[in-house]
Nanobody, 125 residues
Framework: VQLQAYGGGLVQAGDSLRLSCVGS?????????TSWFRQAPGKEREFVAG????????YYANSVKDRATISRDNAKNTVYLQMNSLEPEDTAVYYC??????????????????WGQGTQVTVSS
């Protein structure tokens, strides 16, 4: 199982970015949830958004729910995170992760078994 996250970069406040998480060696449909987390310097890793593969339910952190959209492309085995109206507080390394079973505590990083390497998002004011 490998996850490759990319699409980060240096942007200005108010800009948009689309992050991609490409899966290889498995298909996302065999895992209950795929989520994005982020970690800023000196802070704990925090949940950003998640999608249930079987129900297509989407979950968002309060801090991004009006600015983020998580989506998937089954044919490309890819999950996306569209972030709009970026703020300096969004600066972090963004990780995608998959969870094999269940949806309880979907925002808990400890519930996810596989992680991508992360992509840096830096938002300047």
């Amino acid at each position: 199982v490998q996850l490759q996250a990319y699409g980060g970069g240096l942007v200005q406040a108010g800009d948009s970015l689309r992050l991609s998480c490409v899966g290889s060696g498995f298909t996302f449909s065999t895992y209950a949830m795929t989520s994005w987390f982020r970690q800023a310097p000196g802070k704990e890793r925090e949940f950003v958004a998640g999608i249930s593969w079987s129900t297509s339910s989407r979950y968002y952190a309060n801090s991004v729910k009006d600015r983020a959209t998580i989506s998937r492309d089954n044919a490309k085995n890819t999950v996306y995170l569209q972030m709009n109206s970026l703020e300096p507080e969004d600066t972090a390394v963004y990780y995608c992760a998959v969870r094999r079973y269940g949806y309880i505590n979907y925002d808990a990083a400890s519930r996810y078994g596989y992680w991508g390497q992360g992509t840096q998002v830096t938002v300047s004011s």
